[in-house]
C-alpha cells in the first residue's frame, strides 16, 4: 500500500500513526517475496506483535481525539476499532497454527490492506468532516446499501458509481465472484440478513490491487480475505443504517457462480441493485433469512 497524503486527516498524532500503521502493513505484504521461511516467520511475528500493541495504542489516541471533539459517530467507531483487534487476534492464532504457511500470511495481508484503507478513507475522514454523514436510510435496506456502496467507491476507489436498475431481474455471466454474508442484527428479536455481492472477476482484482498498490493477477487467499474484510464491512454498516443496530458476521464465503446459486433464496429479496461505475458494473442482493 501507498500511503498518500489526501489521507491525513489534518490531526498530527493521529496522521504520524496512520503512516506506521501503512508501513506495518506493508512489511506483512512483503513476508513472501523471498523464499525463507525461518525469516518470513521472523519478519510476520514481529509484524503481528507490532500492530497488536500499537494498534490498541492508536486506537486510544484516536478515540480520545473524538471525545475531545464531541465526535457523534464515537461508539461505531469503537466497534470498527474492536472488530480489528479481534480479527488479528484469530489470524494470528491460524498463523501459529499453520507455522505461518503462506496461505494464511496472504490472508492476513488482505484483511490488513482491506480493514486499513476502508477505515482510514472512510471513517476516519468522517471524524473531520470530509465524508458527508448519511441519514434518512431507516426506511429501506435498499436506501441504506446504495448509500454505502456509493459513498464507499467515492471515497475508497476514488470513482463515481450509480444505481443502474433499483430492480434487477437480469442474469449472470458466470465470470463473477460472489461474496455472502449471513448477518445476525443486534436488534431484539430482529431477523437475520443475507447480503450478496457479485462482481466480474477481472474487476475484483482490478479493484483489489488498487487497495494493495500492486498488480494482482489471480484470485488467491489475500484477495478472498480482502473482499470479505471490505464487504463484510459495508453490509454491517448498511443494516446499522437501516436501524438494525449494526451485526455480527455468522457465516462468510467467496464462490464462483456454480457453488454460489444455491446460496440465492427463492424469495423475492429486498433488494437487488445494480451499480455501474468507472470500475464496472456490481451487483449486491439482500434478504432476511
Not at 514481529?46 to 486506537?59: I, S
Not at 476499532?81 to 496472504?106: C, D, Q, W
Amino acid at each position: 500500500m501507498v500511503w498518500d497524503d489526501s489521507y491525513a486527516l489534518g490531526v498530527e498524532q493521529i496522521d504520524r500513526q496512520h503512516r506506521a500503521l501503512f508501513t506495518a502493513v506493508n512489511r506483512v505484504s512483503s513476508v513472501l517475496e523471498q523464499e525463507d521461511s525461518q525469516r518470513n516467520r521472523r519478519i510476520c511475528m514481529e509484524a503481528v506483535k507490532y500492530l497488536k500493541n500499537y494498534t490498541l495504542q492508536h486506537f486510544a489516541d484516536e478515540e480520545a481525539y473524538q471525545r475531545s471533539v464531541g465526535y457523534s459517530g464515537l461508539e461505531q467507531h469503537k466497534r470498527q476499532h474492536e472488530s480489528l483487534i479481534e480479527a488479528v487476534g484469530y489470524m494470528e492464532k491460524e498463523l501459529e497454527e499453520t507455522n505461518y504457511a503462506p496461505a494464511s500470511v496472504k490472508r492476513l495481508e488482505g484483511v490488513l490492506t482491506s480493514w486499513l484503507l476502508y477505515h482510514v478513507m472512510n471513517a476516519d475522514q468522517a471524524i473531520v468532516g470530509r465524508v458527508a454523514r448519511i441519514d434518512g436510510c431507516d426506511d429501506s435496506i435498499a436506501h441504506a446499501v446504495e448509500a454505502v456502496f456509493i459513498q464507499t467507491a467515492q471515497q475508497v476507489f476514488r470513482v463515481s458509481a450509480e444505481v443502474s436498475d433499483r430492480n434487477y431481474a437480469g442474469g449472470f455471466s458466470g465470470s463473477e465472484l460472489f461474496s455472502i454474508f449471513d448477518i445476525e442484527t443486534g436488534a431484539a428479536d430482529g431477523p437475520a440478513y443475507r447480503f450478496v455481492f457479485a462482481m466480474e472477476e477481472l474487476l475484483v482484482l482490478r479493484m483489489i490491487g488498487g487497495l494493495a498498490g500492486r498488480s494482482v493477477r489471480a484470485v488467491d487467499e489475500m484477495v478472498v480475505s480482502a473482499l470479505q474484510q471490505l464487504f463484510g464491512d459495508m453490509a454491517v454498516r448498511s443494516l446499522a443504517l437501516y436501524g438494525q443496530g449494526g451485526g455480527r458476521i455468522i457465516r462468510r464465503r467467496v464462490l464462483r457462480h456454480a457453488e454460489a446459486k444455491s446460496y440465492f433464496i427463492k424469495e423475492q429479496p429486498l433488494c437487488r441493485l445494480l451499480f455501474s461505475s468507472e470500475l464496472g458494473p456490481s451487483v449486491v442482493c439482500v434478504w432476511t433469512i
